[in-house]
């Protein structure tokens, strides 16, 4: 089964997160390239200069500092990224420059006739010209319990609303938000972790997550949970007023 991710250029948890599911993916499911949807800050497109301003004045100063300088370790010192990612995995590297349904975008994905498209961290909403390219469809991680937490930072407003645990949730896109049924669904117990922590355990058992997903797919025997529209609410970036409250609250970055 021939696979394409669509992800984007995060330093800090995607390309680690994408060796491993790399690394542990079966060797019966071959990955034929991936393709580097442009970053994102507030849902919407950013460059370096925008994205310190938008960190600065959101999450406030500690927060800039802290994860300045683990930039600057990782881009100086580690170096791991997407592109070194994959190019240690022998990968073609695609990036996309504007809008991912575009028809060049598209040609690109064609070209490699994929059974199945895998979206990780991919920062823009696919249309069914992208979605229809491959016959089993595209899969989806949200790192947060569906339908319930659809939209950004769902591991972030968990913790705000102050639950006991956070889940995993894969599934097929569809032309909605976070709205496709779903395949797989595990949670995880929020104990005195920080936000980045819990990110970090949520994008390792989502790669598991994802596989088994793909497992399924490939079996064609399986059955999907409801993604219950009735029940679903939509969280979206979060204001500089709700990080003051994550934090009053005895919450961590």
């Not at 034929?32 to 800050?41: A, D, E």
């Not at 300045?68 to 881009?75: A, E, G, N, P």
């Not at 089993?136 to 790192?143: A, I, K």
């Not at 497992?215 to 490939?218: A, E, F």
């Given at each position: 089964m021939?696979l394409i991710?669509?992800t984007q250029d995060?330093?800090?948890?995607?390309?680690?997160?994408?060796d491993?599911?790399l690394?542990t993916?079966p060797?019966?499911f071959?990955v034929?390239?991936?393709?580097?949807?442009?970053?994102?800050?507030s849902?919407?497109?950013?460059?370096f200069?925008?994205k310190?301003f938008?960190?600065?004045?959101i999450?406030?100063?500690?927060f800039?500092?802290?994860y300045?300088?683990?930039?600057?370790?990782?881009?100086i010192?580690?170096?791991?990224?997407?592109?070194?990612?994959?190019?240690e995995h022998?990968?073609p590297i695609?990036?996309v420059y504007?809008s991912?349904?575009?028809q060049e975008?598209?040609?690109y994905i064609?070209?490699?006739?994929p059974d199945?498209?895998?979206?990780?961290?991919?920062s823009q909403i696919?249309?069914?010209?992208?979605f229809?390219l491959a016959p089993?469809?595209?899969?989806?991680?949200?790192?947060g319990?569906?339908?319930r937490y659809?939209?950004?930072?769902?591991?972030?407003?968990a913790?705000?609303?102050?639950?006991n645990?956070?889940?995993i949730?894969?599934f097929?896109?569809?032309e909605?938000i976070?709205?496709g049924?779903?395949l797989?669904q595990k949670?995880?117990?929020?104990?005195?972790?920080?936000?980045s922590?819990?990110i970090k355990?949520?994008k390792?058992?989502?790669?598991?997550?994802?596989i088994?997903?793909i497992?399924?797919?490939?079996c064609g025997d399986?059955t999907?949970?409801?993604n219950?529209?009735?029940?679903?609410?939509?969280?979206?970036f979060?204001s500089?007023k709700d990080?003051?409250?994550?934090?009053?609250?005895?919450?961590?970055?």
């Open positions: 021939k991710i669509l995060d330093p800090f948890y995607l390309p680690e997160a994408i491993y599911f690394k993916l060797k019966n071959k034929q390239s991936i393709v580097l949807l442009p970053q994102t800050v849902g919407r497109k950013t460059n200069f925008l310190i938008d960190t600065f004045k999450f406030g100063f500690w800039f500092l802290k300045t300088i683990r930039y600057l370790v990782q881009k010192f580690i170096r791991k990224t997407i592109t070194k990612i994959s190019h022998n990968l695609y990036e504007g991912i349904n575009n975008n598209v040609k064609k070209k490699f006739s199945i498209l895998i979206s990780i961290g991919a696919f249309k069914k010209q992208i229809n089993c469809g595209c899969l989806n991680l949200h790192t319990l569906l339908p659809r939209g950004l930072m769902p591991t972030f407003w913790m705000l609303n102050g639950e645990e956070i889940g949730s894969v097929e896109v569809d909605g976070d709205s049924p779903i797989i949670t995880i117990a929020i104990n005195a972790e920080t936000h922590a819990i355990k949520t390792k058992i989502g790669m598991d997550s994802i088994e997903a497992i399924l797919k490939s399986y999907t949970l409801k219950d529209e009735s029940k679903a609410t939509y969280f979206g979060p500089r990080v003051k409250i994550f934090l009053k609250s005895g919450k961590r970055f």
